[in-house]
Nanobody, 120 residues
Framework: VQLQASGGGLVQAGGSLRLSCAAS????????MGWYRQAPGKQRELVAT???????NYADSVGGRFTISRDNNKKTVFLQMNSLKPEDTAVYYC???????????????WGKGTQVTVSS
C-alpha cells in the first residue's frame, strides 16, 4: 500500500491550495481519512478528518477556511485550503485507515508529506 500526496507549494497569504492523497495497492476497504501537519520545531497536529460515513472534524485553527472531502472510488482524500495564513506553513501529511486483501485488520497508513509554504 502506498499513499501519494500532492498539491503543496508556495502561495501568498490569502491564497488557496488543494491537496490530494491517493491510496494504491491491494486495498480492501478505506475507513477514516485525515490530514495532519507539522511545522518546524512543533509536534504534528491534526488538521481535519473525515470518516467513511462522512463525519468531519476540523482543528479550530482551520475551521471555516479548510474543507476536507473524499472520493471513495478513487481512494483519495482532498484538502481545499483557502484564505491561507503564514502560520499554515508546514509539511502536510495524509493518513488513511484501511484494510488490505492480505490483512483484514484496519491499519493506519501515512503519506510522505507535502510542503505548504505561505508567504506574508
Amino acid at each position: 500500500v502506498q499513499l501519494q500526496a500532492s498539491g503543496g507549494g508556495l502561495v501568498q497569504a490569502g491564497g488557496s491550495l488543494r491537496l490530494s492523497c491517493a491510496a494504491s495497492g491491494s486495498i480492501l476497504r478505506t475507513k477514516d481519512m485525515g490530514w495532519y501537519r507539522q511545522a518546524p520545531g512543533k509536534q504534528r497536529e491534526l488538521v481535519a478528518t473525515i470518516t467513511s460515513g462522512g463525519s468531519i472534524n476540523y482543528a479550530d485553527s482551520v475551521g471555516g477556511r479548510f474543507t476536507i472531502s473524499r472520493d471513495n472510488n478513487k481512494k483519495t482524500v482532498f484538502l481545499q485550503m483557502n484564505s491561507l495564513k503564514p502560520e499554515d506553513t508546514a509539511v502536510y501529511y495524509c493518513k488513511i485507515k484501511l484494510s488490505t486483501m492480505t490483512s483484514y485488520y484496519d491499519t493506519d497508513y501515512w503519506g510522505k508529506g507535502t510542503q505548504v509554504t505561505v508567504s506574508s
